[in-house]
């Protein structure tokens, strides 16, 4: 791919409208999910759930990519189509998480540090040739006391770095997920200046790797009250506070960011993008790139029982159209009952 052809990617990844669904759940992440629904974590199960969220009827209408794990972008669907040229043929970009997960930081009590560097110059060129457009890689950054401490948010800024340079080297556009957790009892305004100087720090790293920022989609937490707040921000709080910073702290060349829910629910980080994008317009598209408060609702109509299929469906189309809608800020929390 070419410069350009990497920005095409992530304009498109980023496409009015539309946006990612997160379904690169790690093996052991995807078992905790069927757990909760009491449905054992076997390769096809995986793959039977897989194949139900894609072949959702409509999807591509609102879906500009999906994110797979390596299991899963190796996978087929029942008539043996593999998994990337089936979203590929519908119009879904298919993308990879290719970090191996946040480890403890040696040194750094609390604090983790994502890995997955070595060995990912030739792992990008495999995924290439499976058919990967974009990949993923998510740093975690924790609020707690003392925390994060500055060289946390800097190892990570630097192994985001590293890592798109390699992506877009391999002609892949790199999502960069810098997350800072919503766990904790932390007030927003915290959780804004954490997020402030997460993003300095990020984009000072890319400047220094020398990478193209329109070519990347910039993947961060909103701005948002530590889930065990007492008082917690209410939706257009919510909205400004991240509005605010991302306006103050994300270059406009980016073409897009595309938000994480990190453990809201469904219907709260609807809410909350659609009112962000009330609020345009802004220098970027601001879209979603949503694992649980896309795939929750479906998973737990579909329950791992294949008579549920179109109930687990017609749940995962509901919550991408009206994602779809909040592209706009088109979306009201009456359309719920709808
Ligand atoms: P959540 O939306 O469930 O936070 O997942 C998005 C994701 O890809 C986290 O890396």
Not at 122 to 147: P, S
Not at 279 to 287: E, K, N, R, T, V
Request: proline letters at 5%; a negative charge.
């Amino acid at each position: 791919m070419t410069g350009q052809d990497l920005v095409a990617v992530a304009q498109a990844m980023v496409a009015p409208g539309k946006g990612i669904l997160a379904a690169d759940e790690s093996s052991p992440t995807i078992k905790k999910r069927f757990d909760s629904i009491g449905t054992e974590s076997t390769e096809n199960q995986r793959r039977v759930y897989r194949e139900m969220l894609f072949t959702t009827a409509g999807a591509a209408e609102f879906i500009s990519g999906v994110i797979l794990f390596d299991e899963t972008l190796r996978q087929a669907t029942a008539d043996g189509t593999p998994f990337p040229e089936y979203l590929a043929a519908q119009g879904m970009l298919p993308g990879i998480k290719v970090d191996t997960g946040a480890k403890p930081l040696a040194g750094f009590p609390g604090e983790k540090i994502t890995e997955g560097l070595d060995g990912l110059r030739e792992r990008l060129v495999e995924y290439r040739e499976l058919g990967a457009k974009f990949a993923k890689w998510r740093a975690v950054i924790v609020i707690g006391d003392g925390l994060p401490t500055e060289f946390c948010i800097h190892a990570n800024a630097h192994a985001l770095a590293r890592y798109a340079a390699l992506c877009q080297e391999a002609g892949i556009v790199p999502i960069v997920e810098p997350e800072v957790l919503m766990d904790g009892g932390h007030t927003i305004e915290r959780c804004a200046s954490v997020t402030a100087a997460t993003l300095d720090e990020v984009f000072a790293a890319l400047a220094r790797h020398r990478v193209d920022l329109t070519g990347i989609v910039l993947k961060p937490n909103m701005v948002i009250s530590g889930a065990e707040c007492s008082e917690r921000a209410g939706v257009e709080e919510v909205a400004e506070a991240t509005v605010v910073c991302l306006t103050a702290h994300v270059p406009a060349a980016v073409p897009g960011i595309a938000f994480l829910s990190g453990g809201q629910s469904a219907e709260e980080a609807t809410a909350h993008l659609s009112a962000m994008n009330r609020l345009g317009p802004h220098a970027w598209q601001l879209s979603f790139s949503y694992g649980r408060a896309l795939q929750a609702p479906a998973l737990q109509a579909w329950g791992g029982d294949s008579s549920a299929y179109a109930a687990g469906q017609a749940a995962l189309i509901k919550r991408a159209r009206l994602n779809g809608l909040a592209r706009n800020g088109d979306y009201a929390p009456e359309m719920e009952a709808a």
